[in-house]
């Protein structure tokens, strides 16, 4: 619904452009030098509506009906066809909605698969309010254009052209053409027909080029972007498990998941499959730093069978498993940050072995199914995930009901 104090804003404001305008006008003293002042500006104004007439364009219009006379006459004939042709097919479509929306009224309940052919924009109602500043500003260009469109005509038919203006009523923006109505009335009809349907004719050429354009948009802007170095983050759900301080935001570019690199939105998803399909992956730590970062822990089972050693409502520490040349199911509560960060990521301990210093594979110990993914993306610190995999991929929907169960690690 449109905001109440905007509401009180514009009708205020009409109110005292109104009362000042009156004011003016029946003051002795100033009534003659403000209606100069008008006329000298082309404005005239009442009860809610504002005019602005002038005629600095009449020469660009003379020049723009004069150019190229054949050419313009058979444009203007398609416009006319055109014209014909959008006003039966209209009063079909009207005369379908209306019959439409009289059978809904006289249903019990309306049919959920009826739908209107047609549907009136109401700012506030179907129109969001955010969205008015571009309602207004393409309706107003769409007036500018449609009159453009019958003053060209009435030149090139000969009708004098006076000049070109621009209102608004309330909130709602248009233009016009003032044309010299005997030179309009003492032409054929069908050169009225011309000048009439040149309006409706270049709102449909408008149309068709704004079409293409947003069509053609990526090639257009495309030498001022560069593509393939990640995937764009766009929108980040409030109760999302991404969400948070340690989280992605709206703007960051991910560039890598795991060890997998992110070019564009169709790796992010298959970078999250492979990770879904594959074990967990490690992070070579040296054993000096594994007994440094280490503390003891109370080490059990979960119900599935894996095991755990810190504590369920820690969000720094994560349960690593490791072996070494003794044992083979070794557990420690380690930092998952200072675990991971800085540290190449490795299978087995063979893939820690390519230096001097000796350095142990420690793999996240986390219930089945589950992972510990390691998120780049600029300009941002790492975001550490933990959790199912799909819940970074699956929409809204999915992430609400299976936010609980993933975690960010701070």
């Not at 009523?169 to 005997?182: R, W």
């Amino acid at each position: 619904m449109i905001p109440i104090p905007l509401v009180v804003l514009v009708m205020g404001g009409w109110c005292a452009i109104y009362l000042a305008d009156t004011l003016l006008k029946a003051s002795d003293s100033l009534k003659t030098s403000y209606e100069e002042w008008l006329t000298s500006y082309g404005l005239s104004i009442s009860p809610f509506h504002i005019r602005w007439q002038t005629p600095v364009f009449n020469r660009l219009f003379y020049d723009w009906g004069r150019w190229k006379p054949r050419l313009l006459y058979q444009w203007f004939n398609l416009g006319m066809v055109f014209g014909i042709i959008a006003m039966f097919s209209s009063i079909l479509l009207l005369g379908k909605t209306l019959i439409q929306t009289l059978s809904q009224m006289l249903m019990e309940a309306p049919s959920p698969q009826s739908e209107r052919m047609l549907q009136v924009v109401v700012p506030g109602v179907n129109l969001p309010v955010s969205q008015l500043t571009y309602f207004f500003t393409a309706i107003l260009i769409s007036g500018v254009i449609h009159e453009i469109g019958h003053g060209v005509a009435a030149i090139r038919e000969q009708v004098r052209f006076n000049g070109f203006g621009i209102f608004i009523f309330i909130v709602y923006p248009g233009a016009f053409v003032d044309l010299f109505t005997t030179h309009l009335q003492l032409i054929s009809p069908v050169q009225q027909l011309r000048i009439f349907c040149a309006g409706v004719w270049h709102n449909f050429v408008l149309g068709v080029l704004s079409l293409v354009a947003l069509f053609l948009l990526p090639v257009i802007l495309f030498p001022l972007y560069y593509t393939g170095v990640g995937a764009l983050v766009l929108d980040v759900t409030e109760d999302s498990p991404a969400n948070g301080p340690r989280g992605l935001f709206v703007g960051d570019l991910v560039t890598q998941l795991q060890d997998c690199s992110v070019h564009k939105v169709e790796d992010w998803n298959s970078c999250l499959g492979i990770i879904s399909q594959e074990p967990q992956i490690g992070y070579c730590i040296s054993a000096a730093a594994l007994q440094q970062l280490s503390f003891p822990a109370r080490v059990y089972k979960r119900l599935d069978g894996t095991v755990e050693c810190c504590s369920n409502s820690s969000l720094t520490d994560i349960c690593f498993s490791y072996s070494n040349h003794v044992d083979a199911h070794l557990h420690a509560c380690l930092p998952a940050r200072k675990t991971i960060e800085a540290n190449q990521v490795c299978r087995s301990n063979a893939d820690c072995q390519k230096d001097s210093i000796s350095s142990l594979c420690v793999t996240p110990s986390l219930e089945n199914h589950t992972r510990l993914i390691r998120v780049k993306h600029s300009p941002q610190m790492d975001m550490l995930f933990v959790g199912h995999p799909p819940h970074l991929q699956y929409t809204e929907a999915a992430l609400r009901m299976c936010s609980k169960q993933a975690k960010l690690i701070k």
